[in-house]
Structures are given as C-alpha cells and as structure tokens.
C-alpha cells in the first residue's frame, strides 16, 4: 500500500510565498520522478514541476523562476517552493510519484497521485 499526502497548501496574498511538501509512504523501492500538478477550476490538470531521482528537474513556463522543486530520496519526499505567487497560481496541487516501484516482486512500476492541496493566491 503507498499513499502519497501533500501539506503546505493555504490562503497567500499575492507576491507572497507557501512552501508544499508531499511525503510517499509504504512498501516502496524506489521512484523515478516526483512532481508537482495543478488543476484549477474548470481547466485540465497541468504540469508544475518534475525532479528525477537524479535531480533533473523540468518546470511549466508559467513558473520557471519563480517555483523551485527539490527531493529528498532518503525520505521519499518532494518540495515545491513558491515564490512571487500570482492570483493565476490558484489550484489545488497535486503530489504524483511516477514509475514507483514496490518492494513486491514483479510488481510493475506504477502512477500515484495525492489527494491534493488547494493554493489560494487573493488579496
């Protein structure tokens, strides 16, 4: 069983700054990518930003620098730090673990998906 939970989320003004973190947890061997995505209301779910387990990272142009991700494998844990938040920003983020590999033998890599954090960027 692997649950990935999100925290972090909140009510930001603009310009302002929230930090999000989501943990992995379970019977997990390894995972290839962790990211970062959003869906706003009434729009499709959108990419934020992805890290490899090797550290390279791939971020959506609406965010390049202004978000920054990071990982800590030890931990299974992913970091988003938002900085310059834009009313545009608003979503709810969810955390995703992408090729995750179980320690059950055979299973085949795998997609997980948090339940979501919602992010509120309004004055």
């Known amino acids: 069983q692997v649950q990935l939970v999100e925290s972090g989320g909140g009510l930001v003004q603009p310009g302002g700054s929230l930090r999000l973190s989501c943990a992995a947890s379970g019977s997990i061997f390894s995972i290839y990518a962790m990211g970062w995505y959003r869906q706003a209301p009434g729009k499709q779910r959108e990419l934020v930003a992805a890290?490899?387990?090797?550290?390279?990272?791939n971020y959506a142009d609406t965010v390049k620098g202004r978000f920054t991700i990071s990982r800590d494998n030890a931990k299974n844990t992913v970091y988003l730090q938002m900085n310059s938040l834009k009313p545009e920003d608003t979503a709810v983020y969810y955390c995703n673990a992408h090729g995750l590999r179980t320690v059950v033998a055979g299973t085949p890599p795998s997609d997980y998906w948090g339940k979501g954090t919602l992010v509120t960027v309004s004055s």
């Open positions: 890290i490899t387990s090797g550290g390279s990272t």
